[in-house]
């Protein structure tokens, strides 16, 4: 078993995003902790940063049932979004950039103010204005998607894309329907699967925040996790739709 050496993993893990070619789990060679997870990840993002992408955002995984069952993990994590990972409203988006892009359902916050990680009484719904339905397109730069929560961490989260319909003034978007169709297939589900209730999540999120040490700043937006399993991207057009918020769409091609 070979220490990990955060820098290394992450480059190995841009090259396997940017070349389309997965890798192997990396808990069959390394040793490496959720401490270590997050390090890779903080690297991996770096790699970002210096090519000039800018955060947008962070997102949460597995805080519903679906997604934990789905891929056998049961701990809320956290990754970041940046401008490269955006894509608009209706947009197309060409699937051979991707390994294996699977679409989540999801709901997605934006917030108005920074949020002070060290002041024990943040209120982090009040730092957040709107909200949104929203897709998020996953591709796990490991091999069949099969991974373990520290891979899982030091892979960005799966983070690949997202895709945000029109922003509402903040609501509690609590048991609201929540529909996600691909040409082929459909996950129906509710917000209630999110920790309860999305609001739920931004708990999590200011948790998680605290102890990874993921800045939040005003205008980056949060993802807050899916309300179903997960769905294999395919041509053509994906919609989510949430009761109360709407749709949003994208087009595969
Ligand atoms: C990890 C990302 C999980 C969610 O919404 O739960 C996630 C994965 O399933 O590949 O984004
Ligand atoms: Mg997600």
Redesign the pocket.
Known sequence: MNTPDPLQLAHRLDTARSDRSPVPSLAGTHTLGIDDAYAVQEALVGLRQARGERLTGV??????KA?MA??G?SEV?V?RLTDAMRIGDGAELDLSDFIHP?V?P?VAFRLSEHVDLDDPTTDIASRVDAVAPAI?I?D?RYQD?R?TVTD?VADN???AGYVVGTWRPLSDVANKAVRLRTPQREAVGSTAAILGAPLATLHALLDICRRRRVRLTPGQIV?A??ATA?LPLTAGVTACHIAGLGTVTLKGR
Do not use: C, D, P, Y
């Open positions: 997102k949460l995984g597995f805080t519903s997604k789905q891929m993990v994590i990754g699977r989540e999801e998020e996953i796990s998607f991974f899982v989260t799966s983070a993802l996790g899916a997960a």
